[in-house]
């Protein structure tokens, strides 16, 4: 399965657009992009997918690269509630949706 | 809507105990189910799935087992509980492209 490589933690200020990076350089064709976020002590949240093109919606944008290997979720202003961690996860097209989560990265919002 | 109900919230059970947590979910069919574990401070593992009534896929051997008696019924069983079944016990279910979670069981075997 392709890997996705994020970092641990990342911090932002309160009202702050945030950039949460993933890498997946082994990515191939078929591999969606998808990112889960995870409050605590909640079950996981889809935020936003996307193949090839940028994608936006109310929660967030998902920037991804031309050659596909990274993608980058924007949260365009940070609150206190978007503290979770962060999944960027490749989800085969013939996986029958399943999910293989990785580490994520945690995110901090300070007030 | 669709809604996925997942229970109990909380649960502590003895070593050597058996276990039954139940997920249903309502307004949708033939979905795609799924139980995940997360153990404390760590990242979901994923358990089972399953893509149709009685048909189970392992990902992780272990002494639990899963169970799909009706098409909206997941079913997460194990005989004897060992201190590291202890975990965060997380239902979903797909249909095409996104994943619901349920609001999870936390279980404590002491």
């Known amino acids: 399965d392709a890997k996705t490589t994020q970092p641990n933690s990342m911090e932002s200020n309160e009202e702050e657009p945030v950039h949460l990076p993933c890498n997946h350089s082994?990515?191939?064709?078929?591999?969606?992009i998808h990112w889960y976020r995870q409050l605590p002590s909640q079950g996981p949240e889809y935020v936003i997918h996307?193949?090839?093109s940028n994608v936006n919606n109310r929660m967030a944008s998902l920037a991804i690269a031309e050659d596909r290997k990274s993608s980058t979720l924007i949260l365009h202003r940070a609150t206190l509630r978007d503290a979770a961690v962060y999944y960027c996860?490749?989800?085969?097209?013939?996986?029958?949706?399943?999910?293989?989560f990785g580490g994520g990265t945690r995110l901090m919002v300070k007030p | 809507s669709q809604t996925i109900h997942q229970w109990p919230a909380t649960l502590v059970q003895p070593v050597g105990s058996p276990l039954s947590l139940e997920c249903t979910v309502e307004?949708?069919?033939?979905?795609?189910l799924y139980w995940y574990r997360q153990a404390a401070g760590r990242g979901l593992q994923l358990l089972f799935y399953?893509?149709?009534?009685?048909?189970i896929s392992s990902e992780v051997p272990q002494n639990l087992s899963a169970s799909r008696p009706q098409d909206r019924q997941f079913i997460l069983s194990s005989k004897k509980l060992l201190l590291s079944d202890s975990g965060f016990y997380l239902c979903?279910?797909?249909?095409?492209?996104?994943?619901?979670f349920g609001q999870g069981t936390r279980l404590t075997v002491v």
């Open positions: 979903a279910w797909s249909l095409r492209t996104r994943a619901f």
């Open positions: 082994t990515i191939s064709g078929t591999d969606y």
């Open positions: 996307g193949l090839t």
């Open positions: 996860i490749l989800r085969p097209a013939n996986a029958g949706n399943m999910l293989t």
């Open positions: 307004g949708t069919s033939n979905p795609n």
């Open positions: 399953s893509v149709g009534i009685g048909q």
